[in-house]
């Protein structure tokens, strides 16, 4: 079995994705298909993959493995297992079960064997009220195999009373609060949903006479499928040869408010999300910290490599030179030596490395995309001062991340968030920074189309990680004692 990449320093301090999800249908050896989009998507879990798919001759068949997408899916021995003209497929960074030690039985996709045939289902987001359902339906004799939130759909799609799979998936996500976007199959259909407020991104390819369902166009790109459109807040299409595209609105409608920090960092520069690239809008977030935020240096150097676009855009619109002051090391993964607890102080160092002659003697613009508990912000300006700079600012390319998500990005607590109980002000001293000033939640909504900032009212994405006004009532951590900004 091939080991877990290795939790590391410098990717503990960043927020991940739970997950990413694909699906394919009407193409000959669709899991083949449903291997290079899940390697697409890889940027949105690491910790594990699986693939369900489905032949008209040896039914059902699924593959799921610990590790990269590229050491499992691409052997031919386990593609040969996975026949037929329809997979979908799933990578996992768990929000929620087994979190830090995944066991097999929490990797999607999940399978359930209904009256009227089988059906396996992949979801990216989270269940707020998943602890609330998972008691209900033990009570009522479900028996669970996992400890995932996403279970609970396969459950009560058993419950319902529906004549066919997808409306029993209807029935069951009516069930559901927060946020999700579902790939799912039967023998002959791929569906796919999302949320009525659209919280996570889902979107519909073409590619040739099949059809496929992607958390990201960059995914649609590396099969040559040709992106078709976005499928809408509270939409569920459902794919088949024989009639195509067929869209339901299951839910009552509601106003989109799409995670925002999409745009920020979870999604790849080369993907497109609701018509805007998101490589063009990092690179105006930048833009708007240079407005917001100016300050007399030598040099603007990214983060890398989340922080790269925002800093091309600081530099622009600054004037300042633009140079690759830190060195990613692409080569840090699972095949590298044991993390022994020397290595571990090695920190950022075994990931990042300064280049030092552009450094030494420099006013340094440090541009990241977010600050999270903080250790990376002090381990990276120990490095570009011991490096010779003569002076470290930091701009970051969202606003103080404040509060946790619930909505399938694994945050810290609340108390480990720097930004929760600390001003901007406490914060530079904190990390011991000539400047430190993040973008405004105004001119993160700008760099992302709103010409005039939020709107207080009405926002059109959800912010709650910067603003703490969910759009979803967190049910279960409420009744834990979580408390709102409303409550606060």
């Known amino acids: 079995m091939p080991l877990m990449p290795p939790a590391h320093p410098f990717d503990d301090d960043k927020l991940h994705e739970e997950c990413g999800v694909y699906g394919v249908i009407g193409v000959a050896d669709a899991a083949n298909f449903v291997a290079l989009g899940l390697h697409a998507l890889q940027h949105r879990g690491q910790e ?9 001759e040896t039914g059902f068949n699924s593959a799921r493995r610990f590790g990269y997408v590229r050491d499992n899916f691409t052997k031919a021995s386990l593609m040969e297992t996975l026949p037929g003209p329809l997979a979908i497929g799933h990578v996992r960074y768990s929000t929620t079960g087994s979190k830090g030690h995944t066991a097999i039985r929490d990797v999607q996709p999940f399978f359930g064997e209904f009256s009227m045939g089988g059906a396996a289902i992949a979801h990216n987001g989270n269940i707020t009220n998943a602890e609330a359902l998972r008691k209900e339906l033990i009570e ?3 028996i669970f195999q996992s ?41 002959t259909k791929l569906i796919g949903v999302r949320d009525p407020l659209g919280v996570r991104p889902l979107v519909l390819g073409r590619l040739g006479d099949g059809w496929v369902l992607s958390s990201e166009t960059c995914a649609l790109d590396i099969i040559g499928a040709e992106f078709v459109r976005d499928i ?20 009552e ?23 805007r690239s998101v490589y063009e809008t990092r690179r105006q977030i930048g833009v708007e910290l240079a407005r917001e935020a100016p300050v007399e240096a030598d040099l603007v ?58 450094i030494a003697g420099k006013r340094v613009v440090l541009v990241d995309d977010s ?11 120990e490095m570009i001062l011991d490096a010779g700079a003569a002076e470290v600012h930091f701009r970051i390319a969202s606003p103080p991340t404040a509060w946790p998500c619930f909505y399938g990005v694994d945050t810290p607590e609340r108390d480990k968030l720097l930004a929760s109980h600390m001003t901007e002000e406490e914060m530079r001293v904190h990390l011991e920074v000539d400047s430190l000033r993040f973008v405004s939640l105004d001119g993160l909504y700008r760099a992302v189309g709103e010409a005039t900032g939020r709107n207080a009212k009405c926002p059109q994405y959800c912010d709650a990680c910067f603003s703490g006004e969910y759009p979803v009532a967190p049910s279960d951590m409420i009744h834990k004692g979580f408390q709102t900004k409303a409550a606060e």
């Open 48 to 56: 594990a993959g699986g693939i369900v798919s489905h032949d008209p």
């Open 140 to 142: 009522h004799g479900s």
């Open 147 to 187: 400890s995932s939130d996403s279970e609970c759909i396969i459950h009560l799609m058993a419950r319902s009373y529906q004549k066919t799979i997808p409306e029993r998936m209807k029935d069951a996500l009516r069930r559901v609060e927060g946020a999700f976007s579902v790939v799912a199959m039967t023998r």
């Open 232 to 251: 809408e807040p509270g939409e569920m299409v459902q794919i088949s040869p024989e009639n195509g595209v067929e869209s339901f609105q299951p839910f």
């Open 253 to 275: 409608r509601a106003a989109s408010r799409f995670c925002i920090f999409e745009h920020v960092y979870f999604s790849r520069p080369d993907s497109i999300l609701g018509g």
């Open 301 to 358: 150097c990214p983060v890398p490599d989340s922080g790269t676009p925002a800093a091309i855009g600081f530099s622009h619109e600054s004037g300042i030179p633009y140079g690759m002051g830190i060195i990613r090391n692409q080569y840090m993964g699972r095949t590298f030596i044991e993390p022994t607890e020397q290595i571990r102080n090695m920190g950022v160092r075994l990931k990042l490395n300064v280049n030092r002659a552009l």
């Open 371 to 381: 600050v999270v508990r903080g250790t990376t912000s002090q381990k990276i300006r």
